[in-house]
């Protein structure tokens, strides 16, 4: 992350650089502003009436503060209007505005906090920070040509710095969470290789304080993770199963279980994929990149929960010694798999992976995965389809989603689909057909639950962006990763 986040108790008329302005629907301004628009002899509402901005939010534009003030320029940006403001909305507010700040040149934000209905000002803080945060997020590692880093080098919130401190701190590790599993989906396949997803895990896990245990090929073998090993073993680069745990300073009051798809690159194997947009495939390790990148945030957050963060990784090819269609595998929980398409992987990976976790004592576990490109026919590019098998946490998922401003739909476990998985020689197949394959699935992972408290989050759709938004640019998004924080704050508080 390379903006910082501060709080000041001063005025807006006061500051120098660049002045956050947020207009409301209505073209009337927050109290804190009004005294600006005096100073400038009434030219904001002028400018603002001229420019048509209406309060619309996440409307934006630069405006100079014609020498009458310290500031060299206001970004002024729609906020939409007091009583059905959103945090969500705040977030991608700020997103458009520190976009616009950067690209006009400011390396010092400051920005007034608006009310919101509901929410704390430390809430709405939080959420200031996550959009300006992620809003300037670039990829910049393979660029050889200097590009002009964004200028913006902080945020300064004009407020009383205790009542956000907190905001803040959260705020921070969130974007910091969501910019590093950003970045592990963006890095191309010939740069991360499973090994390498488990080098970097590892370096993460040192950094933050985590405890890490990496199993190779080797490993998996003793562990007996038939099913990993079946997904990685036509790649030159071996599978690797790599489990970062966190444990809090006194006795935890839980244990929960994070599990992420971690394929570093995905040609389908030996049902190859159609050469059609094969390179966004360098993002099915999303799911993995999410749970790594919350590791990192709940160290830094130090919940009294302790939590178990497992990414089954492996690169999927098709060569002499890769698996086919029609193998039968056998599973780390004993059961037997027949291979129908080896393009369904995924599943495959995560069967020993939630196995795994699951014997690792979890009160619940959450899996997070690019799995079906059918629930993105479901649910399009914005929505995650959530399953699980307890209401509760379905619906606390649904609840930390909205308060993340990121999009999770409950999708059914229909027991009678189970039959579209009966196998004619093994005891599960690992495909259902086409109709309704996010929920076949989602079927194929609850065999491998043990029992335990499970939900399962198919991001396939919301892990890439096609374009730019307020919250970042195309690429990778690290969907996800706010939601689980969310949830396990929640989690955590209601203990
Ligand atoms: N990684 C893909 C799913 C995917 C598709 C993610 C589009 C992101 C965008 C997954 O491994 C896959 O290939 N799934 C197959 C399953 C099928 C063979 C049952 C699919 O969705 O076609
Ligand atoms: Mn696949
Ligand atoms: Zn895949």
């Not at 956050?20 to 209505?26: D, F, I």
Request: hydrophobic share 45%.
């Amino acid at each position: 992350m390379t903006v910082r986040f501060t709080a000041e108790r001063r005025s807006p008329v006061e500051v120098t650089d660049t002045l956050l302005v947020p207009v409301e629907t209505g073209e009337s301004f927050d109290p804190s502003i009004q005294e600006l628009d005096r100073i400038l002899n009434g030219k904001l509402c002028e400018s603002v009436r001229d420019l048509g901005l209406t309060g619309r939010v996440g409307q934006v534009a630069v405006l100079s503060t014609w020498g009458q003030l310290p500031a060299q320029r206001l970004v002024v940006v729609g906020v939409g209007s007091p009583e059905t403001r959103t945090a969500d909305d705040i977030r991608r507010a700020w997103g458009a505005a520190a976009q616009a700040a950067a690209e006009a040149g400011a390396r010092t934000l400051y920005s007034p906090l608006p009310v919101v209905a509901g929410l704390e000002l430390d809430a709405v803080c939080r959420a200031s920070v996550e959009g300006a945060g992620l809003g300037t997020y670039r990829f910049l590692e393979y660029r050889t040509r200097m590009e002009p880093a964004l200028s913006l080098e902080q945020v300064v919130f004009l407020a009383a710095p205790e009542e956000v401190e907190r905001g803040i701190r959260r705020g921070e590790a969130a974007v910091e969470a969501v910019c590093l599993a950003r970045d592990l989906v963006n890095r191309p396949g010939n740069d991360l290789p499973p090994e390498r997803l488990a080098g970097l895990a590892w370096e993460i896990a040192e950094r933050a304080g985590l405890e890490c245990r990496v199993f190779d090929r080797g490993a998996l073998e003793e562990l007996g993770a038939g099913a990993i090993l079946a997904v990685g073993q036509g790649s030159r680069h071996e599978p690797h199963l790599i489990h970062l745990v966190y444990r809090p300073a006194g006795q935890p009051l839980a244990s929960v279980g994070l599990v992420g798809k971690g394929v570093t690159f995905d040609t389908g194997g030996i049902s190859i994929k159609p050469a059609e947009g094969m390179e966004r495939m360098k993002g099915d390790m999303a799911g993995a990149a999410a749970v790594i990148g919350v590791m990192q945030a709940v160290a830094k957050l130090r919940l009294p929960i302790a939590v178990h963060g497992v990414v089954a990784a492996a690169e999927n090819m098709p060569d002499g010694a890769a698996f086919r269609p029609g193998d039968i595998l056998r599973a780390l929980n004993g059961k037997t798999i027949e291979v129908i398409s080896t393009d369904a992987e995924g599943r495959l990976l995560l069967a020993d992976a939630l196995t795994y976790t699951a014997r690792q004592g979890v009160d619940l576990m959450i899996d997070l995965a690019t799995l079906t490109g059918a629930c993105v026919v479901a649910l399009g590019k914005q929505g995650t389809g959530l399953f699980g098998t307890d209401r509760a946490l379905v619906d606390a998922l649904v609840r930390a989603g909205e308060r993340a401003g990121e999009r999770l739909w409950p999708m059914p476990l229909w027991d009678e689909y189970r039959e579209l998985l009966k196998s004619e020689h093994a005891d599960i197949k690992n495909t259902g057909g086409r109709w309704g394959g996010a929920i076949n699935a989602a079927l194929f992972l609850r065999e491998f639950t043990e029992g335990v408290t499970w939900a399962h989050l198919d991001i396939a759709g919301p892990a890439w962006a096609e374009r730019s938004g307020p919250l970042g640019p195309a690429g990778g998004t690290g969907h996800g990763v706010r939601t689980l924080l969310y949830f396990l704050e929640e989690y955590t508080a209601g203990r």
